[in-house]
């Protein structure tokens, strides 16, 4: 029988629901327990991928693409969903399915179809019992597909939000529905350090909890997110008046590095504390699962050594915007024994004041030219491309950042002056990026771009080659645009080389350049695949350049 952990939050948003999420999945896989992870959004979009990551951080894309379906005739492909799920695939190392990021936009959209083609016919549609009901189905389908021995649901957005209410009266009602000891609910809730007077302050977390309790719900653990451990007179108070033993207070201080939190919570007892709630057979870590991921966390914290990336792009003001990428840079650096300093630059400032541009990346040792749409701050981004092709800085480009490195390659070195996307000026007279063509017929947004994991056939001999070791890799896609494959034909012809394409030769997937150090663009997202014991490795070959580059200037420096 498959035991349900709800994860839910207080006080405020942001508090880092999903790492928590993902390392109590850690601690039940340590201990030999299969566990899979549903995500409940609030929001009325059916998925996440017509968002703008300012709105609401990083576009995850899984390697399946779903055909959702809620009634017959009507389905919706979905690939993109929440963040989370890149945090839950990161510390779990499994892929994750679509249909486990359950949106409000899904379940409404469900039960009103459900209703136009009369399925609910002399009843009125209410949210309790229909909205609920679709909820708690959509939850128990995970259940009956992946058959895990614990499902881990974690409830976006922060208890009393009125869009989150259904989910919760979903999770109440599944509590009183499950046998005695096949659920359990934590609940993630912040710990503020008032430095006025030196204290930790536990009123917001009383206050989250009774709002918690005002709908039916108790939490059997209270994970405190607070700067530091909190000390027992702390836990104390919140066992006392939020109604939990104190053996199930749990501290979740501020990290240097994620990966650590399992162990954190490992050492205050919440494995075996949960596993007793939901009665689990008693089990111990594995011990050598256990000590590999302490020699993993050891090798991110133990490098002296670091090297500064730029990351140009269109989504700086918030560092969730390239979460998946900035972790794949963590683990390829970790893995090479350096920590990495990440430099998110805006790229409209380039394009007010060019003598930024030298200015910022003349002080990095490699630059991620990141992904994005549209025309903002697009002119900046082939700045950067034009700066590391003629400085030679090894340089990764990843999906728009491949393409606007072809736009900079194509006006630098084959002199096409106004070469182009079509995307950002659908007149440019060089239209070297264009639509694939079955993108041309399509109006809809969402969930119509090319998505999901798609076959990439790597040419031998090339740099690309060199980081994989193999001709054919699975990597996963989220692209409209692509490079075009008779301008790239013409530019083969200056020094750029394809390096890769899908398996009809129709779609470029990498391009890179011969004679200017290590200048890469990939045309998919390989850091949704990197894992922190198992970089992705383009990563890993672009961390490589970056610190060889960095020793080579300051040998040179030194002379």
């Not at 009393?160 to 499950?178: H, K, S, V």
């Not at 079955?438 to 090319?450: A, N, V």
Request: proline residues 6%; hydrophobic residues 40%.
């Amino acid at each position: 029988m498959v035991k349900y952990v709800f994860i839910t939050g207080g006080v405020l948003s942001g508090l880092g629901k999903g790492v928590v999420t993902a390392s109590i999945g850690k601690l039940f896989q340590l201990r030999g327990y299969k566990v899979d992870v549903i995500k409940c959004d609030p929001y009325l979009n059916v998925d996440p991928g017509t968002l703008n990551p300012l709105e609401h951080g990083e576009v995850f894309v899984c390697e399946y693409v779903w055909r959702f379906e809620p009634v017959k005739g009507y389905a919706f492909r979905i690939a993109e969903i929440d963040q989370d799920f890149g945090t839950y695939e990161r510390f779990l190392d499994i892929n994750m399915h679509p249909s486990n990021n359950i949106t409000s936009g899904q379940v409404y959209l469900s039960v009103i179809l459900k209703e136009r083609i009369g399925e609910y016919l002399g009843r009125t549609i209410q949210v309790i019992p229909h909205i609920t009901n679709e909820i708690k189905r959509r939850i128990r389908a995970v259940a009956e597909r992946s058959r895990p021995d614990v499902l881990l649901i974690e409830i976006g957005g922060t208890c009393g939000d009125i869009e989150a209410m259904p989910f919760l009266e979903a999770i109440r009602q599944m509590r009183l529905e499950e046998p005695r000891g096949n659920t359990a609910l934590v609940h993630v809730t912040l710990v503020p350090y008032l430095e006025t007077v030196g204290q930790l302050k536990t009123k917001p977390t009383q206050h989250s909890v009774k709002t918690l309790q005002s709908m039916g719900l108790q939490p059997d653990v209270i994970v405190g997110r607070a700067p530091m451990e909190l000390p027992d007179d702390v836990k104390e108070k919140i066992s006392l008046f939020c109604n939990v033993p104190k053996e199930a207070v749990i501290s979740d201080p501020n990290l240097e590095v994620v990966y650590e939190l399992p162990l954190i919570f490992e050492r205050q007892g919440l494995g075996d504390y949960l596993c007793k709630i939901l009665n689990l057979p008693p089990r111990k870590p594995d011990p050598v699962k256990f000590k590999q991921w302490i020699d993993l966390v050891e090798r991110f914290k133990s490098p002296t050594e670091y090297v500064r990336i730029a990351m140009p792009g269109k989504y700086c003001m918030i560092t969730d915007s390239y979460i998946s990428i900035n972790e794949a840079l963590k683990h390829a650096a970790a893995y090479c024994g350096v920590k990495v300093k990440i430099d998110l630059l805006e790229t409209e400032a380039f394009e007010e004041d060019p003598g930024l541009l030298d200015e910022k990346l003349s002080k990095v040792d490699g630059i991620l030219l990141t992904p994005g749409f549209g025309s903002r701050g697009v002119e900046g981004m082939i700045m950067a491309a034009e700066y590391a092709i003629e400085h030679k800085v090894p340089f990764l480009g990843i999906c728009f950042g491949c393409q606007l490195l072809f736009v900079a390659f194509c006006r630098m070195v084959l002199g096409l002056k106004g070469a182009n996307s079509t995307e950002v000026n659908p007149s440019t007279p060089h239209p070297v990026v264009d639509l694939l063509p079955e993108q041309k017929r399509i109006e809809q947004k969402g969930g119509t771009m090319r998505l999901g994991g798609h076959l990439v056939v790597i040419r031998k001999g090339t740099r690309l080659y060199e980081a994989y070791g193999r001709e054919k890799v699975i990597e996963r896609f989220r692209h409209r645009y692509h490079i075009m494959p008779d301008y790239a034909r013409k530019a083969e012809e200056h020094g750029l080389i394809i390096s890769a394409q899908d398996e009809s030769g129709r779609i470029i997937n990498a391009i890179e350049l011969a004679s200017h150090g290590w200048i890469v663009g990939v045309q998919f997202h390989p850091e949704f695949k990197s894992r922190p014991n198992r970089p992705s490795p383009p990563y890993l070959a672009f961390i490589r350049e970056v610190v060889k580059y960095k020793r080579l200037r300051e040998k040179q420096a030194k002379h």
